[in-house]
């Protein structure tokens, strides 16, 4: 990425960690070495020498370490750790620090292609295991029969309960083409998989045609490409004669602002207002559709709880602007972007840096978007990242409502 290039984009954090998620060296001391680096850390230096009491204290701490600290020190993790701890200090959670190493594996998340075996896993804090929430469609994994509700026990070997999850999704990733041995909890029987990782697609953009002529398009993050992939899906699926369209946002947590935008300029009327983007200083900037529309049909559009940001945006400019009905339950109300910034030492910082408001002016953070038909999942599901259509009561409405009009 280009020196200070910025992509609006945010990552679902409720339920789903990928394979590919890496986390990060918790350190509380050391700005001090990275005040006096060269770099980035220069034009810090101006900001804390309007706070001496910053830098003393530090220094202090500093001072301390090397009078009395019996293990090496790595200064680069000190740095780490410091600069990773000042931006917490914020508390923002959407505000974090990227180190550069990982930026590489931060990137592959947001635009949605990553190796490794297609697994959600999350951690199932009870049994303090680490489950797998569902395989990821036509991934290794998948193919080769692991399924939701599984319980990875070992890597290669290697035990690792629910608490060290992401230790062990760092050893379930590795290069194309080589192969890591899963041993999997099922029912109280041991099965073991060996796996070749894969580049894969996590979020593909995927859609059928349902009784009635109803178009279905479904996809779970807003990456790179996904709007081109959502109007080929439309143009395939106009080509078997749909004459209305569910969109499901269910569980889609977001990701790049501009897909979403795009997605809005395929409905929208043009020069249609899609979003107010307001920045700290109250700025805002207006981002309008530029086409027209290429979909003119009854649209509805599935939420639930863990529809976020991205997700939010095309919702809530459709909705205000009576392009679609909104079937499901209340959105999860993230309502601010984040801009990520790649700074001149290869790290980054992903900064909170605007709010938005949906084409009425209606600000939804920490609010949501409540549907125009309130609908619940009934309490036999359990995962409502694999919902069985028979169970599928916010499916269901959104068909009965595209078949009324």
């Not at 990137?107 to 804090?125: E, H, K, L, P, S």
């Not at 035990?159 to 760092?170: F, I, L, P, R, V």
């Not at 998989?193 to 993050?221: A, D, Q, W």
Request: without cysteine.
């Amino acid at each position: 990425m280009e020196e200070g290039k910025k992509i609006k984009t945010y990552k679902i954090v409720m339920l789903v960690i990928l394979v590919a998620f890496v986390t990060f060296l918790v350190t509380s001391i050391g700005m001090y070495q990275y005040f006096t680096n060269d770099g980035f850390g220069k034009k810090l230096v101006a900001k804390a020498e309007e706070n001496e009491e910053i830098v003393d204290t530090l220094d202090q701490y500093r001072k301390i370490i090397d009078k009395y600290y019996l293990g090496d020190i790595d200064e680069e993790k000190l740095k780490e750790g410091a600069i990773k701890g000042y931006v917490a200090g914020l508390g923002d959670e959407y505000t974090e620090y990227i180190p550069k190493d990982d930026m590489e594996d931060y990137m592959a998340d947001i635009t949605g292609d990553f190796v490794g075996v297609g697994i959600y896993m999350v951690q199932d804090t009870d049994a303090n295991r680490i489950m797998v929430l569902s395989p990821i469609k036509g991934g290794p994994a998948e193919k080769a029969g692991i399924q939701p509700g599984d319980y990875i026990t070992a890597v290669d070997g290697v035990q690792y309960t629910g608490d060290q999850m992401t230790e062990a999704s760092n050893k379930i990733k590795g290069e194309e083409g080589t192969t890591v041995k899963l041993e999997v909890l099922r029912d109280g029987e041991t099965l073991n998989f060996e796996l070749t990782r894969e580049n894969i697609k996590v979020n593909p953009v995927e859609g059928e045609v349902l009784e009635g002529n109803i178009g279905y398009i479904e996809f779970s993050s807003f990456d790179e490409g996904t709007a081109d992939e959502f109007k080929a899906k439309f143009e395939e699926l106009q080509s078997q004669g749909i004459t209305s369209l569910i969109i499901d946002l269910r569980n889609n947590g977001g990701g790049i602002v501009d897909e979403a935008l795009d997605i809005a300029n395929y409905i929208l009327d043009k020069d249609s207002v899609i979003l107010y983007e307001v920045d700290k200083n109250n700025n805002e900037e207006v981002e309008k559709t530029t086409d027209n529309p290429i979909i003119n049909m009854p649209i509805v559009i599935l939420t639930n709880e863990n529809t976020a940001s991205s997700s939010e945006i095309l919702a809530g400019a459709l909705k205000d602007h009576g392009k679609a009905t909104i079937v499901g339950t209340k959105t999860f109300g993230k309502g601010v972007i984040q801009q990520l910034l790649t700074l001149p030492d290869g790290s980054g910082l992903k900064i909170t840096a605007e709010k938005y408001l949906t084409p009425n002016r209606t600000e939804i953070n920490k609010v949501g978007i409540e549907p125009d038909e309130k609908v619940e999942l009934p309490d036999t599901v359990t995962n409502v990242l694999n919902v069985d259509r028979n169970e599928d009561t916010q499916l269901q409405k959104a068909i009965e409502v595209l078949n009324r009009n």
